[in-house]
């Protein structure tokens, strides 16, 4: 059962254009989304996360909207750069759940000049 | 080296063997994970601990056994490998609960003949 469905698959952008990766979650009891950045050859490390009570969180050219009625967050990636490359993971924890997350299936971007 | 460190890196075995994964972290994190990262399934928990002695099966932990007697380490073993034991194994560490916040290593790359 995938709790958390993430797409597009893969994502194709123009050197300074929007990168938008969507999710959804189905569980109601999760209260903070992480979003996790992997690049070849390594583990995925933390990029941003946001918790339900807030509609949107920025740092630098990334940007979560999360969407709590439809149970949808999303990853905006502003001015995207070729260095933006990387697989990019959505995902999910609750209160009381012992920091364990379940993640999303990944979004493989890639950025060209 | 302060940091989460996985060996071996690259291991290739046969069907039957076991396999242990070894997974050491240097913040004296309570919070230990292993996931299995498959092309289509994301990363998906296999055992977690949330302390020395404390540990609790994840989504697919099947096939695997986990120890935890020491804070700092937290060894995967795969009793008897199967074909479908083939992946990229990441173990991961967490300082408190909630936070969405782990610290994964560089992963073990597994391939069972």
């Known amino acids: 059962q995938q709790q958390v469905k993430q797409s597009p698959q893969s994502l194709i952008v123009q050197k300074g254009g929007i990168s938008i990766i969507n999710c959804a979650y189905e569980?109601?009891?999760?209260?903070?989304f992480p979003w996790y950045q992997q690049f070849p050859g390594k583990g995925p490390a933390l990029l941003i996360a946001?918790?339900?009570?807030?509609s949107e969180k920025k740092e630098g050219r990334f940007t979560i909207s999360f969407n709590k009625s439809a149970k949808q967050f999303s990853l905006h990636i502003m001015d995207s750069q070729p260095g933006d490359s990387a697989t990019y993971f959505c995902?999910?924890?609750?209160?009381?759940?012992?920091?364990?997350?379940?993640f999303g299936t990944g979004t493989q971007l890639k950025v060209e000049l | 080296d302060a940091g989460i460190t996985q060996s071996p890196r690259y291991k290739i075995t046969e069907t039957g063997r076991q396999v242990t994964l070894m997974c050491h972290q240097t913040?004296?994190?309570?919070?230990m994970f292993w996931y299995r990262q498959d092309l289509g399934h994301g990363l998906r928990l296999i055992y977690y601990?949330?302390?020395?002695?404390?540990?609790d099966k994840g989504e697919v932990p099947d096939g695997y056994v986990v120890s935890r007697s020491k804070t700092e380490n937290f060894p995967l073993t795969l009793e008897s490998a199967t074909r479908s034991q083939t992946s990229v194994y990441f173990c991961?560490?967490?300082?408190?609960?909630?936070?969405?916040?782990?610290?994964f290593g560089e992963g073990s790359r597994l391939t069972v003949l």
């Open positions: 991961a560490s967490g300082i408190s609960a909630n936070t969405g916040e782990l610290f």
């Open positions: 569980n109601t009891a999760f209260d903070y």
């Open positions: 946001i918790r339900p009570d807030v």
């Open positions: 995902a999910a924890g609750f209160t009381g759940g012992g920091n364990k997350l379940t």
């Open positions: 913040w004296s994190h309570s919070y």
């Open positions: 601990s949330a302390a020395a002695d404390i540990t």
